[in-house]
């Protein structure tokens, strides 16, 4: 190998199948393909039809991604994939094409974090990571609050979800409010022409008790109990006979889950010392809870960065960027045996 490691990733955790290829902390290739429209009638992921639109995208893909970035297989130093968490059926065919490939190549494999590699992938765009640094990943699927002196090998959890992640908050309001699939977007342009102090919506986990230093849940979130408060809230209206703010509905609760994550994940950077914060997840394309952590950032003195919105959802030049991290400090490559596990803990980077 010479210079800068040239590593491919692949990601299945989910509903997306994404090969990326890196060079280093250079991005040079990163196809997607989405099996989201298949989901859509169902109103969420169904795991067997992600499973199959994985087997059906990944060759496809693993091409897309060698002619984007103009290389061929075998001049990859090494593979990463996803060994989790994630989908169970989902993670097991990306990790049988990562191992597949590292074998056919005679390269290594690093079976990867998800959470870790939305962290990592931050350094395609604004450079090596401060160390520490805070992540908020928040997802349909997770949303972790996380402490990261070193993606590559120490990633800490300070809070998770108790409950619903927060895409799947926004993406259940949003079918309250007959808007469509997946519903994070919508909730995000509708609420650009409402009211977020119309209605009072609750703040998951917020109260002084689990504000106080050592509660037990002061970085944990909770959004089971605002999707029912909006629910309710609807029901009420629709009730009564009485139209429903659509706009007003979907500030008033984009605003209490933005409050909510950008107040802990503040709090979480004060608490620890830490400089800057890092945003993953398809939820960091929200509008408001950029412009709101801005804001919050900006009077905490922290330094706050957020990749692109591409970069943010599920894709394989988040695998790749962290497989590549760990080849240049030199860790050991996972076994070509290891497990896709779809329980991984976030404290383990690499399987
Ligand atoms: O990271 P992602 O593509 O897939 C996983 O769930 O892992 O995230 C998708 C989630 C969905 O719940 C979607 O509604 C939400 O991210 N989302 C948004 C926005 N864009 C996507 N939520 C709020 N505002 C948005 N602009
Ligand atoms: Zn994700």
Not at 54 to 78: I, K, N
Request: hydrophobic residues 45%; glycine residues 10%.
């Amino acid at each position: 190998m010479t210079g800068e490691p040239l590593v491919l990733g692949i990601e299945t955790s989910c509903d997306e199948t994404g090969v990326g290829i890196v060079r280093g902390t250079t991005l040079l290739a990163d196809a997607v393909a989405s099996s989201v429209a298949e989901h859509e009638r169902f109103g969420g992921v169904v795991p067997e039809v992600a499973s199959r639109a994985h087997l059906e995208a990944m060759v496809p893909m693993l091409e897309r991604a060698c002619a984007q970035a103009g290389v061929r297989l075998d001049e990859v130093d090494a593979v990463a994939v996803t060994a989790g968490p994630g989908l169970a059926g989902a993670l097991l065919v990306g990790d049988a094409a990562g191992k597949a490939l590292a074998l056919a190549l005679g390269k290594p494999v690093y079976g990867v974090n998800h959470l870790a590699a939305h962290v990592a992938v931050d350094q395609l765009e604004h450079g090596p990571l401060p160390e520490p640094t805070i992540a908020l990943l928040v997802s349909g699927g997770h949303s972790s609050l996380l402490l990261v002196p070193d993606v590559s090998a120490d990633v800490r959890q300070l809070g998770q979800t108790l409950d619903d992640a927060a895409g799947e908050a926004f993406d259940k309001v949003a079918r309250v409010l007959g808007l469509p699939f997946p519903g994070g977007p919508f909730v995000d342009t509708a609420a650009r022409d409402g009211d977020r102090t119309a209605i009072a919506f609750p703040r998951g986990l917020s109260g002084p008790r689990e504000n106080l230093p050592d509660a037990e849940h002061r970085f944990d979130f909770s959004f089971s109990g605002l999707k029912t408060a909006v629910a309710r809230w609807v029901e009420q209206r629709q009730r009564a006979g009485q139209e429903v703010p659509v706009a007003d509905v979907a500030a008033a609760f984009q605003e209490a889950v933005v409050d909510v994550l950008t107040a802990k994940a503040v709090r979480a950077a004060r608490e620890h010392g830490v400089g800057a914060l890092v945003l993953g997840g398809g939820v960091a394309a929200n509008s408001r809870l950029r412009a709101v952590a801005a804001e919050r950032c900006d009077a905490a003195g922290l330094r706050l960065r957020v990749p692109r919105p591409g970069l943010c959802t599920d894709n394989g030049a988040m695998v790749a960027a962290l497989g590549a991290e760990l080849v240049a400090r030199g860790r050991t490559p996972s076994a070509l045996d290891h497990p896709a596990d779809s329980a991984m803990p976030v404290t383990q980077v690499l399987a």
